[in-house]
Each structure stands twice: as structure tokens, then as C-alpha cells.
């Protein structure tokens, strides 16, 4: 079991930044990959970056050059920095915990309003 609590969303100009992190309890050691993922109203859930215990990560091409994925095992805790916020950004935004192949744990997910 994995847990996650996501933190650090809120209200941003456009242009501005915000910096998400997720804190994961619980068996980390078996967490293989993590992500952030996001929902705007009334759309689908859509990846938004993740990063394997390894280190590699990876970004849609929406955020690429705007948005860092980071964190690991040493604080149990990963971040999504984002920079440059457009009103297009808004969503609720939560972490992803991948076990194996096929095993995912959520969080309860942060709210990011980009608003002017």
C-alpha cells in the first residue's frame, strides 16, 4: 500500500509559477515510477509528467520547457515545479504511484486555478 497527499495548489496569475508536492507513506521502496496527471472540468484525465525510480522522466508536450518533474526515495517526496501558468493549466492536478507494471495508487489531487 501507498499512500499520497499532493499539496502546494492554489490561485496564480498567468505567467506565474507554483511548485506541487506529493508525499508518499507507506511502501515506497516499491515504487517504480511516479506521476502527475490532470483534470480540467469537463475534460479527461491527461499525463502531465512522470519521472521512473531511475531518474529518466518525461513531460507532455503541452508543458514541455515549462513544467519540472522532480523528487524521489531520499525525502519520500516528489514536486512538480511549474512555471510560465497558462489559463489552459487549470485542473485539479494528482500524483500517481506506479508498483510493477500495473498497480497504481492516487492521490486526492490539488486544485491550480490560473487566472488573471
Known amino acids: 500500500q501507498v499512500q499520497l497527499v499532493e499539496s502546494g495548489g492554489g490561485l496564480v496569475q498567468p505567467g506565474g509559477s507554483l511548485k506541487l508536492s506529493c508525499a508518499a507513506s507507506?511502501?515506497?521502496?516499491?515504487?517504480?515510477?511516479m506521476g502527475w496527471y490532470r483534470q480540467a472540468p469537463g475534460k479527461e484525465r491527461e499525463l502531465v509528467a512522470t519521472?521512473?525510480?531511475?531518474?529518466?522522466?518525461n513531460y507532455a508536450d503541452s508543458v514541455k520547457g515549462r513544467f519540472t518533474i522532480s523528487g524521489g526515495h531520499a525525502k519520500n517526496t516528489w514536486y512538480l515545479q511549474m512555471n510560465s501558468l497558462k489559463p489552459e493549466d487549470t485542473a485539479v492536478y494528482c500524483c500517481?504511484?506506479?508498483?510493477?507494471?500495473?498497480?497504481?495508487?492516487w492521490g486526492q489531487g490539488t486544485q491550480v486555478t490560473v487566472s488573471s
Open positions: 507507506g511502501s515506497i521502496v516499491s515504487i517504480n515510477r
Open positions: 500517481n504511484a506506479l508498483i510493477g507494471l500495473y498497480i497504481h495508487y
Open positions: 519521472i521512473t525510480s531511475g531518474g529518466t522522466t
